[in-house]
Nanobody
Framework: QVQLVESGGGLVQPGGSLRLSCAAS????????MGWYRQAPGKQRELVAR???????NYADSVKGRFTIARDNAKKMVYLQMNSLKPEDTAVYYC??????????????WGQGTQVTVSS
């Protein structure tokens, strides 16, 4: 079982920066792929960035070059550094942990989300 708690959201002006943090509790954290997703009003939840247990990363095209995902396995933390924020980045941001166990069992956990609002 993994519990995830996000922090760091808030109101920021266009062009500004925020860093989101996700604190995880539970076992086998280093074995999970960690991701940040977001959901804007009236839209589906979408992947923003993901980092595998081996450290490989992938990003949504809309955030490439502006956002950076990182993890600290010793602290059981994952971060999303967001720079050059745009109004269209406004959404609730969710932390996700997923892995597939040795018998094929899927493990998938979500945090409660943190609101990011980009507005002047």
């Amino acid at each position: 079982q993994v519990q995830l708690v996000e922090s760091g959201g808030g109101l920021v002006q266009p062009g500004g920066s925020l860093r989101l943090s996700c604190a995880a509790s539970g076992v086998f954290f280093s074995m999970y792929a960690m991701g940040w997703y977001r959901q804007a009003p009236g839209k589906q939840r979408e992947l923003v960035a993901r980092i595998t247990s081996g450290g490989s990363t992938n990003y949504a095209d809309s955030v490439k070059g502006r956002f950076t995902i990182a993890r600290d396995n010793a602290k059981k933390m994952v971060y999303l550094q967001m720079n050059s924020l745009k109004p269209e980045d406004t959404a609730v941001y969710y932390c996700n942990a997923d892995r597939t166990g040795p018998l094929g069992t899927a493990y998938d956990y979500w945090g409660q989300g943190t609101q990011v609002t980009v507005s002047s």
